[in-house]
RNA sequence: GGCCCGUUCGUCUAGUGGUUAGGACUCAUGGUUUUCAUCCAUGCAACAGGGGUUCGAUCCCCCUACGGGCUGCCA
């Protein structure tokens, strides 16, 4: 494969989803990997759906996926004057006709065959007009629509991930091409742009397989060369229907609300569908682009499961550096840790990294070693505090006042002398003053948290609780 | 209805004409850990059904069922 051409073609009536950033990935891994181009055309043809705010949201999207393509973007709508011309060129080279059909006259004729039980087949009644006839009907203002001559014979190609797929012409039925109204249609409009574009490999979700062959005979009638296809299999929501608004989340930009980094979500992704033929499963983009092929690629669709997402998106973070995870963080959220210390923040990191599977989590976490006074649940207070961990905070407090070096030794001292004195396993004695001095049951190790807090922070803590138990 | 496509643990997936049908996630249990998480170990769990072909089919062929797509003057 030399420097392949290929496209992600959304059309701009929603923001961007996971099945549609899947196909963008998989474009793009191909593009990539045989250093091709990667191209975007925005299909804003539906002017009753389509909305400029949603084109700025795909983009967007694409661009913090990294999912970054070549050359400018195209929009569909402004290729109308070729459209048209290509329209004509049909009509001129006998492979398309006007037909005068009315649409009231279709819906009565297939509501018939429905009843009949018959199949419909759009009847050749103006396929062969001569332009005379022609002309009367439109001097007469007959309104007409354009349709390919679909020729005899069958149709086939050779798809890269379900292989030869092959059908007879004559289910196809003549198509529309151009509207009454002039305006081309979709399969007409998709095999031009390609074309004009010089795409070599169409790799698009798999809803478009049976649309596939009415595209192969617009590039043969007008002797345009034709494309590879690829067809990606469907992502479906856990109820196994095909992913949609109603699904829980479905936009990418939540996603990336949730916390989860784009090299997750293209990992993800990544392995939905598409097998990399080893155990491996942790991979970022150059690992991708390297070992993606479409041989591995599924013909079956895939539920999509965030369970696993969350524990891509752990692997991920574990292995991060504090740096990255920084940046990650501040592109969620800028104002995270204001007005604390680098450093400060940096341990803050390390401490709570290892036990989130999100940088959301790490966030809220976060939020502990943020603030000098917490609030704390009542129920876990009182499932924390009785009348002998309070006088353990009591003296666990104390005696951290007299504490000298503030180092991890003198700390985990304090820990011993207190069970010693109480009697009690040092569970007995972590659990309470875990909870008064960060104000959750679990995080990061005790002493870590003490230390990094510092003397005064704990003590205000301490203190806090005592008067709210 | 017609055409096209698909069907291996709950999920993502390996796999071969003869395998104890493998891995990962989830879940359960146990261990490590001061908590939590991690980590480790163990366990639960699948070839849609029926016919062929074959000495032998999860694998090849056919049928059925189920699911999806297309069948629009939507994209």
């Given at each position: 494969?030399?420097?392949?051409?290929?496209?992600?073609?959304?059309?701009?009536?929603?923001?961007?989803?996971?099945?549609?950033?899947?196909?963008?990935l998989?474009?793009?891994?191909?593009?990539?990997?045989?250093?091709?181009?990667?191209?975007l055309?925005?299909?804003?043809?539906?002017?009753?759906?389509s909305?400029?705010?949603y084109?700025?949201?795909?983009?967007?999207?694409?661009?913090?996926?990294?999912?970054?393509?070549?050359?400018?973007?195209?929009?569909q709508?402004?290729?109308?004057?070729?459209?048209?011309?290509?329209v004509?060129?049909?009509?001129?080279?006998?492979?398309?006709?006007?037909?005068?059909?009315?649409?009231?006259?279709?819906?009565?004729?297939?509501?018939?065959?429905?009843?009949k039980?018959?199949?419909?087949?759009?009847?050749?009644?103006y396929?062969?007009?001569?332009s005379?006839?022609?002309?009367?009907?439109?001097?007469?203002?007959?309104?007409?629509?354009?349709?390919?001559?679909?020729?005899?014979?069958?149709?086939?190609?050779n798809?890269?991930?379900?292989?030869?797929?092959?059908?007879?012409?004559?289910d196809?039925?003549?198509f529309?091409?151009?509207?009454s109204?002039?305006?081309?249609?979709?399969?007409?409009?998709v095999?031009?742009?390609?074309?004009?574009?010089?795409?070599?490999?169409?790799?698009?979700?798999?809803?478009?397989?049976?649309?596939?062959?009415?595209?192969?005979?617009?590039?043969?009638?007008?002797?345009?060369?034709?494309?590879?296809?690829?067809?990606?299999?469907?992502?479906?929501?856990?109820?196994?229907?095909?992913?949609?608004?109603?699904?829980?989340?479905?936009?990418?930009?939540?996603?990336?609300e949730?916390?989860f980094?784009?090299?997750?979500?293209?990992?993800?992704?990544?392995?939905?569908g598409?097998?990399?033929?080893s155990?491996?499963e942790?991979?970022d983009?150059?690992?991708?682009i390297?070992?993606?092929?479409?041989?591995?690629?599924?013909?079956k669709?895939?539920?999509?499961d965030e369970?696993?997402?969350?524990?891509?998106?752990?692997?991920?973070?574990?292995?991060?550096?504090?740096r990255?995870?920084?940046?990650?963080?501040?592109?969620l959220?800028?104002?995270?840790g204001?007005?604390?210390?680098?450093?400060?923040?940096?341990?803050?990191?390390?401490?709570?990294?290892?036990?989130?599977?999100?940088?959301?989590?790490?966030t809220?976490?976060?939020?502990?070693?943020f603030?000098?006074?917490?609030?704390?649940?009542?129920?876990?207070?009182?499932?924390?505090?009785?009348?002998?961990?309070?006088?353990?905070?009591?003296?666990?407090?104390?005696t951290?006042?007299?504490?000298?070096?503030?180092?991890?030794?003198?700390?985990?001292?304090?820990?011993?002398?207190?069970?010693?004195?109480?009697?009690?396993?040092?569970?007995?004695?972590?659990?309470?003053?875990?909870?008064?001095?960060?104000?959750?049951?679990?995080?990061?190790?005790?002493?870590?948290?003490?230390?990094?807090?510092?003397?005064?922070?704990?003590?205000i803590?301490?203190?806090?609780?005592?008067?709210?138990?």
């Open positions: 494969m030399k420097n392949p051409s290929v496209r992600f073609a959304p059309s701009p009536t929603g923001y961007l989803h996971i099945g549609g950033a899947r196909t963008a998989f474009n793009w891994l191909f593009a990539r990997q045989n250093n091709g181009k990667f191209l055309r925005i299909e804003d043809t539906d002017l009753e759906r909305k400029e705010e084109v700025d949201q795909i983009t967007d999207a694409l661009k913090w996926l990294g999912l970054n393509w070549d050359e400018n973007i195209i929009l709508s402004n290729n109308n004057d070729r459209h048209q011309e290509m004509d060129k049909m009509l001129e080279n006998g492979t398309a006709y006007r037909c005068f059909l009315q649409k009231d006259e279709l819906d009565k004729l297939r509501k018939e065959s429905d009843k039980k018959v199949i419909f087949r759009v009847p050749q009644t396929r062969n007009l001569s005379k006839e022609e002309k009367k009907l439109i001097d007469e203002g007959k309104s007409f629509t354009v349709r390919i001559k679909v020729p005899d014979g069958e149709t086939e190609f798809d890269m991930v379900y292989g030869s797929i092959k059908v007879q012409n004559k196809l039925d003549d529309i091409i151009a509207r109204d002039g305006s081309p249609t979709y399969n007409f409009v095999a031009v742009d390609d074309a004009d574009m010089n795409i070599t490999h169409v790799i698009r979700g798999d809803d478009h397989l049976a649309n596939t062959p009415k595209q192969i005979l617009v590039y043969k009638a007008l002797g345009l060369n034709i494309p590879i296809f690829a067809h990606l299999p469907m992502i479906l929501g856990s109820d196994k229907k095909r992913l949609s608004k109603r699904h829980a989340a479905t936009n990418v930009q939540e996603y990336k949730k916390g980094t784009p090299r997750v979500i293209l990992n993800y992704l990544s392995l939905l598409w097998n990399p033929d155990e491996k942790i991979f983009q150059n690992e991708l390297n070992s993606f092929e479409f041989k591995q690629v599924q013909k669709s895939a539920v999509f369970k696993k997402l969350l524990w891509i998106s752990q692997q991920h973070l574990s292995e991060m550096s504090v990255d995870l920084m940046n990650e963080i501040y592109a959220n800028p104002e995270w204001d007005g604390l210390e680098w450093d400060y923040l940096k341990e803050v990191i390390k401490l709570i990294k290892d036990r989130s599977k999100t940088i959301t989590e790490i809220s976490m976060s939020e502990i070693f603030k000098d006074k917490l609030e704390y649940d009542i129920d876990l207070l009182n499932k924390t505090f009785n009348d002998k961990s309070i006088a353990i905070i009591k003296d666990f407090q104390s951290l006042t007299s504490i000298e070096d503030w180092s991890r030794e003198e700390i985990e001292k304090i820990f011993e002398d207190i069970m010693e004195q109480h009697e009690v396993a040092i569970g007995q004695v972590m659990k309470p003053v875990r909870v008064a001095i960060s104000g959750i049951p679990f995080g990061p190790g005790i002493f870590d948290l003490i230390l990094l807090l510092g003397k005064e922070i704990c003590q803590r301490l203190r806090h609780a005592l008067s709210v138990i």
